[in-house]
C-alpha cells in the first residue's frame, strides 16, 4: 500500500543578486530613518546653540555648527551609499533592471543630501 504525503512547500533558494537586490532596497528605508534621527538630533541641536527654529545649524558660524551640519549630512549619506554598493555587487552577481533601479533611488538620495548641504551653505555664507 502506498501512503500519499503532501507535498511541503520549501522556500526557493534565494541568489546573491537578489539577496544583494533586496538590501540595497532596505537602504532606501534606513534613509528614512536616518531621516528622522537627523532631524530630531538637528532640532534639539538648534537649542543647544541658541538659535531659533527655522535657523540653519550653520548660522551658528562656528566649528560647531559646521561639525553638527557636516555630521548630520553623512548620517544621510551612510545609507544610500551603502544601497549604492550593494546594487552595483547585485549587478556584478548578475541581478539587471532591479538593480539598476535600486542604485538609481539610492543615488537620487545622495544627490538630495548634497545639494541641501550645498544650499544650506549658500543661504548662511553667500546669500545671508
Known amino acids: 500500500m502506498v501512503t500519499r504525503t503532501s507535498p511541503t512547500l520549501a ?3 534565494q541568489s546573491d543578486a537578489e539577496r544583494l537586490t533586496r538590501w540595497s532596497y532596505a537602504m532606501l528605508l534606513a534613509f528614512v530613518l536616518a531621516y528622522a534621527v537627523a532631524g530630531v538630533v538637528g532640532y534639539w541641536l538648534l537649542g543647544a546653540l541658541g538659535l531659533n527654529d527655522g535657523d540653519l545649524l550653520l548660522m551658528d558660524r562656528s566649528v560647531v555648527g559646521w561639525v553638527t551640519e557636516v555630521g548630520l549630512t553623512l548620517v544621510l549619506l ?3 551609499a551603502v544601497g549604492i554598493a550593494l546594487a552595483i555587487r547585485a549587478v556584478r552577481a548578475g541581478a539587471r533592471t532591479l538593480a539598476f533601479v535600486a542604485a538609481a533611488l539610492n543615488g537620487s538620495l545622495v544627490l ?7 544650499g544650506n551653505i549658500w543661504i548662511t555664507y553667500v546669500r545671508g
Open 112 to 118: 538630495i543630501a548634497l545639494v541641501t548641504l550645498v
Open 11 to 13: 522556500p526557493a533558494p
Open 78 to 80: 551612510a545609507p544610500p
